[in-house]
């Protein structure tokens, strides 16, 4: 069975920075790739960033490249999730994901930014 706790969120004013952590378990995460998803309030789940746990290749959404960076310790089988320079439209529950679209997700951590 699947696993993945996220940690690290919580309220920061706008600017601030903030660094999530997901720990996985039950599947093979060296041969996987990982993603960020969010959630904000009243919308839908977006897509934030990927990594490939073999390559380190990562991607970003245009909404976050340049200030988030993903990374991952494959011996520890976690992924992060560096934020920088926050903004308040970054305020949402945060998920890390075996897929894009959000499936087989955590139980999130919430970022708000907020001054």
């Known amino acids: 069975e699947v696993g993945l706790v996220e940690s690290g969120g919580g309220s920061v004013q706008p600017g601030g920075s903030l660094r999530l952590s997901c720990v996985a378990s039950?599947?093979?995460?060296?041969?996987?790739?990982m993603n960020w998803v969010r959630q904000a309030p009243g919308k839908g789940l977006e897509w934030v960033a990927s990594?490939?746990?073999?390559?380190?290749?990562?991607s970003y959404s245009d909404s976050v490249k340049g200030r988030f960076t993903i990374s991952r310790d494959v011996a520890a089988k976690k992924v992060y999730l560096q934020m920088n320079d926050l903004k308040p439209e970054d305020t949402a529950l945060y998920y890390c994901a075996t897929d894009r679209s959000g499936g087989n997700r955590g139980q999130g951590t919430q970022v708000t930014v907020s001054s």
């Open positions: 990594i490939g746990i073999s390559s380190g290749v990562p």
């Open positions: 039950g599947f093979n995460f060296a041969d996987s790739a």
